[in-house]
T-cell receptor
Framework: QQPVQSPQAVILREGEDAVINCSSS?????VHWYRQKHGEAPVFLMI?????EQKGHEKISASFNEKKQQSSLYLTASQLSYSGTYFC???????????FGKGTTLSVSS | ETGVTQSPTHLIKTRGQQVTLRCSSQ?????VSWYQQALGQGPQFIFQ???????GRGNFPPRFSGLQFPNYSSELNVNALELDDSALYLC??????????????FGPGTRLTVL
């Protein structure tokens, strides 16, 4: 089951905030967040695990609501470099394949 | 520490041909996953290799096959290429710990065009 990301696209000015959501109809084991710029590989941002463990970049903030099977990525005081497509990848058992959402495109302008 | 590398970066083939893509995993990683990413879509899981054994497969036909070598590098082979196989092929390596989900680090990808 592919996770559903919302919104599909976000347009921001520098300094504004955004929240990107990722939800699943199936119980999640972990949620992984990536950012991909045009023509480049996805870059790892954060992993959130069932039970509350998180690993990722210090400047990135995210949450994982196990009851709602939903994760949110919080982008605060956005910078031009935040532009790109954000993907969440989910798995339902430890160490199994990641299933990615369709992505959320973020555009930050000055 | 060397990151994930892939070769070649670009490839053009014709329908019916066969192709081999290569991936070198990040130092210390024993798991490689392959993904296909069509334009404007998220990566789609093809298969994963852990310590030279296939450890899960997505919804791809048998003409997509792979290998992992003792140094944990990996190959993706696609036979009888079809136009729809045109995509960015990504490999991602991770250091698998028993009973855990691990961060996956992606290589730069191979852009395959099938004419």
């Amino acid at each position: 089951q592919q996770p559903v990301q919302s919104p599909q696209a976000v347009i921001l000015r520098e300094g504004e905030d955004a929240v990107i959501n990722c939800s699943s109809s199936k119980a999640l084991y972990s949620v992984h967040w990536y950012r991909q710029k045009h023509g480049e590989a996805p870059v790892f941002l954060m992993i959130l695990l069932k039970g509350g463990e998180q690993k990722g970049h210090e400047k990135i903030s995210a949450s994982f609501n196990e009851k709602k099977q939903q994760s949110s990525l919080y982008l605060t005081a956005s910078q031009l470099s935040y532009s790109g497509t954000y993907f969440c990848g989910t798995d339902y058992q430890a160490g199994t394949a990641l299933i990615f959402g369709k992505g959320t495109t973020l555009s930050v302008s000055s | 520490e060397t990151g994930v590398t892939q070769s070649p970066t670009h490839l053009i083939k014709t329908r019916g041909q066969q192709v081999t893509l290569r991936c070198s995993s990040q130092s210390g990683h024993n798991t490689v996953s392959w993904y296909q990413q069509a334009l404007g879509q998220g990566p789609q899981f093809i298969f994963q290799y852990y310590r030279e054994e296939e450890n899960g497969r997505g919804n791809f036909p048998p003409r997509f096959s792979g290998l992992q070598f003792p140094n944990y590098s990996s190959e993706l082979n696609v036979n009888a290429l079809e136009l729809d196989d045109s995509a960015l092929y990504l490999c991602a390596s991770s250091g698998r710990r028993q009973g855990a989900s691990n961060e996956q680090f992606f290589g730069p990808g191979t852009r395959l065009t099938v004419l």
